[in-house]
């Protein structure tokens, strides 16, 4: 029997062809195996047909555990036997199936590690040993097929231990295109702030010295650079939000071992699986009450971002050092992309780092470390990066359409939808500027390259001024396909429904800001929302509209959110009276609050600027109870409300108050602000977030019951917060209401284009 396989998913580049290799041979069949220009395998096998069926059995039973099978075609060849053996053949430059894609980096093996500290091994102690399950895989392929020239590897050639290993079938590094050792392979090295090199024997191991003594490190990983500074030591952390200008945004920290985490905080089962998985993601976990690390690192949160060293090269800079932790945060000026070349590194960073640590591979592909968040044992991710693009997601439905998301501004992907596969691009950021609306267009066009697609419909958000919006017309042009302009919640709330393969859902939408389909400032939403063949939306209701008091201004200052809110129920004696004490919060203090009193005397008569936003809502309450007075990155009044509303409890118990279709909030603004001095802090936050996870639900439930839905969803970067989240989790479960939140794709901004794909994938 002689048959013809081809195997689309991925895999390449996850130890596929070896695999192939070694059942085939066990099987006693001849013929090859090789990796073809579409990201996929094709397998020529001949033998008895007991022994081809057995075979096509384990390739699906046994596969490798990175490998993802999404097709396998079989075709009965006829003619005789024509091979006397099994082997491995070039790889073949054919393209025409698509949907199939190379790996994310995966983290170091344990094998890997355990010959990294081995002596007798000669890569002991080689910050670059990889195998065939570990090492950078996305980052490191410029195009396919998965072989070592068409990667970043192309300039090392193998030493012939390498060699050796890599041409037998019995070794774990057979066909592995990342081998490579010291006498072979990349080579680390240090250099001062100016790239001057600096001679020393073990240059990984002294920069782990150096960080410890409080000097900040740039240093160059798989998908970019890092820097790197001392977690217990405040000074070189306060110089590191100086330069970069981040006085309180957090800073993700790299820690030595799962044990080391567990003295700063508190992981449950959950947590340590997925911080120890080969996906090595940040993830924030709780602070313990004693914090033993500076708190400059994550002001102001309950939380800290924390992963565990992912390459030889992150475990060795702990080896001579006695540290729990290193400050490891991504390496971006700011709105930039994160910095993966060693010339712009010296550039950017280095007036402010004190060393970098190279190393003289160069980087296909940027890509950030994501960041995930468990809420319970659910996983809410935050930014889906490394460890996770470009591996898609699988959905029940086929869309008619391959389709291209371009996101919105703030943390933003890109996603092509391709017949039943959402193929989510890296983390690219908020694209405010050309460096990062450059880095989407390369993403983007990088990413239907590997996949082998081809665009047939564009969607964008509503807004008319993105720039995001812009390329897509741009492209649409272009590659003369139509673009379809995407309602932010709308986006928000197909994400969700195409996760869970949902046809109908009542949806609550909450989020900072999207451009509503009245052009209006839309961001606390209950949304209805239908797939049959196409989508349809409908609003159904809102938070209660609050005026944006001087548009932006009232996102970066939320006292002006609080002035505005608490205008409602307040007189403008009393108002005018406690804006004074607070006056040294705004910029242009008494000045700046009589210019306010008059705007929101105006706007009581000619309501300009209105937003039913959520978030405002919990800026405005941070505000009012002293938690943040300025916001000096996104969603960090929300953020630091949470952390404080941990420790509280219900203070005030306020029913919701639903006026036709808006959820009253002033009235809860007001009492929290009536309260302060007589209620904590603490409990005041607490209430606050009870009441609009409450309202929210009721309002759901009412609408649910209206029209006979059964399913209640809630998307949108407030679904970050635990509190609220499981608030609404527990009163649809009450009313018997099945409750849908997001696994796969980010609840915020970067599961836009996803949802855009998917409505685009099905438009007419
Ligand atoms: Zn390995
Ligand atoms: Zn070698
Ligand atoms: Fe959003």
């Given at each position: 029997m002689r048959v013809k396989i081809r195997v689309t998913g991925i895999v390449q580049g996850v130890g596929f062809r070896p695999f192939i290799y070694r059942i085939a041979t066990k099987n006693k069949l001849t013929g090859y195996v090789r990796n073809r220009g579409d990201a996929g395998v094709e397998i020529l096998v001949e033998g008895t047909e007991k022994n081809v069926k057995r075979f096509i059995e384990q390739l699906q039973m046994k596969k490798p555990p990175l490998a993802q099978i999404h097709q396998v075609l079989?075709?009965?060849?006829?003619?005789?036997?024509?091979?006397?053996?099994?082997?491995?053949?070039?790889?073949?430059?054919?393209?025409?199936?698509?949907?199939?894609?190379?790996?994310?980096?995966?983290?170091?093996?344990?094998?890997?590690?355990?010959?990294?500290?081995?002596?007798?091994?000669?890569?002991?102690?080689?910050?670059?040993i990889t195998c065939v399950n570990c090492g950078p895989r996305f980052t490191i392929i410029e195009r396919l097929p998965y072989d070592r020239q068409n990667t970043t590897m192309r300039q090392f050639s193998m030493c012939t231990f390498c060699q050796k290993e890599y041409t037998d079938p019995a070794n774990r590094r057979f066909h592995a295109q990342t081998v490579a050792c010291p006498k072979c392979g990349p080579e680390a090295y240090l250099t001062t702030n100016k790239g001057e090199r600096i001679d020393c024997e073990d240059p990984v191991r002294e920069a782990?010295?150096?960080?410890?003594?409080?000097?900040?490190?740039?240093?160059?990983?798989?998908?970019?650079?890092?820097?790197?500074?001392?977690?217990?030591?405040?000074?070189?952390?306060?110089?590191?939000?100086?330069?970069?200008?981040?006085?309180?945004?957090?800073?993700?920290?790299?820690?030595?071992?799962?044990?080391?985490?567990?003295?700063?905080?508190?992981?449950?089962?959950?947590?340590?699986?997925?911080?120890?998985?080969?996906?090595?993601?940040?993830?924030?976990?709780?602070?313990?009450?004693?914090?033993?690390?500076?708190?400059?690192?994550?002001?102001?949160l309950h939380t800290v971002g924390v992963m565990l060293p992912y390459t030889g090269m992150h475990y060795m800079l702990f080896d001579k050092v006695n540290e729990p932790a290193f400050v490891m945060t991504s390496a971006n000026p700011p709105n930039q992309p994160i910095i993966n070349n060693d010339k712009a590194a010296l550039k950017k960073l280095g007036n402010f780092v004190d060393y970098f640590l190279f190393h003289n591979r160069e980087i296909a592909q940027r890509c950030d470390d994501s960041v995930v968040r468990l809420h319970g044992k659910n996983q809410s991710i935050i930014r889906r990066s490394r460890g996770y693009a470009p591996a898609p997601i699988r959905l029940k439905t086929h869309v008619s359409k391959t389709a291209l998301g371009l996101g919105g501004e703030l943390n933003v992907t890109g996603c092509i939808m391709l017949g039943n596969k959402a193929f989510l691009t890296q983390h690219i950021g908020d694209v405010e500027n050309l460096e990062t609306l450059q880095f989407l267009k390369e993403a983007v066009y990088h990413l239907a390259r590997l996949i082998n697609a081809e665009i047939e419909a564009i969607a964008c958000d509503l807004h008319p001024k993105f720039s995001t919006t812009r390329l897509a017309e741009n492209l649409g042009a272009q590659l003369n396909v139509p673009v379809l302009k995407v309602q932010h919640h709308y986006a928000h709330t197909a994400a969700l429904m195409a996760e869970h393969n949902l046809d109908e859902l009542i949806c609550i939408a909450c989020d900072g800001y999207g451009y509503g389909e009245d052009g209006g400032a839309w961001?606390?939403?209950?949304?209805?929302?239908?797939?049959?063949?196409?989508?349809?939306?409908?609003?159904?209701?809102?938070?209660?509209?609050?005026?944006?008091?001087?548009?932006?201004?009232?996102?970066?200052?939320?006292?002006?959110?609080?002035?505005?809110?608490?205008?409602?129920?307040?007189?403008?004696?009393?108002?005018?009276?406690?804006?004074?004490?607070?006056?040294?919060?705004?910029?242009?203090?008494?000045?700046?609050?009589?210019?306010?009193?008059?705007?929101?005397?105006?706007?009581?008569k000619y309501p300009k600027f209105l937003t039913s936003s959520c978030g405002r809502v919990l800026d405005a309450v941070a505000a009012i109870l002293g938690i943040c007075s300025e916001r000096t990155y996104e969603g960090e009044p929300a953020m630091k409300l949470e952390a404080i509303a941990t420790k509280g409890k219900e203070a005030l118990s306020l029913k919701p108050e639903i006026n036709g279709n808006s959820l009253i909030t002033s009235n809860m603004v007001k009492e929290v602000f009536l309260n302060r001095g007589k209620a904590s802090v603490a409990d005041l936050a607490f209430s606050a977030e009870s009441y609009l996870a409450r309202g929210l639900a009721t309002l759901a439930i009412e609408k649910a019951l209206e029209l006979g839905v059964k399913n209640v969803g809630f998307t949108g970067g407030v679904a970050y917060n635990e509190h609220i989240t499981l608030t609404i989790k527990r009163i649809m479960e009450e009313a018997g209401i099945q409750f849908f939140v997001h696994r796969l794709v980010p609840p915020g901004d970067g599961g836009i284009s996803f949802g855009q794909a998917i409505i685009a994938g099905f438009a007419e």
């Open positions: 079989v075709e009965s060849l006829s003619g005789e036997q024509a091979y006397s053996n099994f082997s491995i053949l070039k790889s073949s430059k054919e393209t025409e199936l698509s949907g199939s894609v190379v790996p994310p980096d995966v983290a170091i093996c344990n094998e890997c590690l355990t010959e990294l500290r081995n002596p007798r091994n000669p890569r002991h102690a080689y910050f670059f782990g010295k150096l960080i410890a003594e409080g000097n900040i490190l740039a240093i160059k990983g798989y998908g970019g650079f890092h820097i790197a500074t001392s977690t217990l030591l405040s000074e070189p952390i306060a110089k590191l939000r100086e330069v970069k200008y981040r006085s309180q945004k957090p800073f993700a920290i790299m820690a030595r071992s799962i044990e080391a985490v567990r003295r700063f905080a508190k992981v449950s089962p959950e947590e340590e699986e997925l911080l120890l998985s080969h996906i090595r993601p940040i993830l924030l976990v709780r602070k313990k009450e004693k914090f033993p690390l500076s708190d400059l690192i994550a002001p102001g961001g606390g939403e209950i949304i209805y929302a239908q797939q049959s063949g196409t989508w349809s939306f409908k609003r159904l209701a809102h938070l209660e509209q609050h005026t944006l008091l001087g548009g932006d201004l009232a996102t970066r200052y939320p006292l002006r959110m609080a002035a505005a809110i608490l205008a409602k129920e307040t007189s403008p004696e009393k108002l005018w009276e406690w804006l004074k004490t607070q006056k040294e919060k705004f910029p242009y203090g008494e000045v700046e609050i009589q210019l306010l009193m008059q705007q929101i005397e105006k706007e009581r």
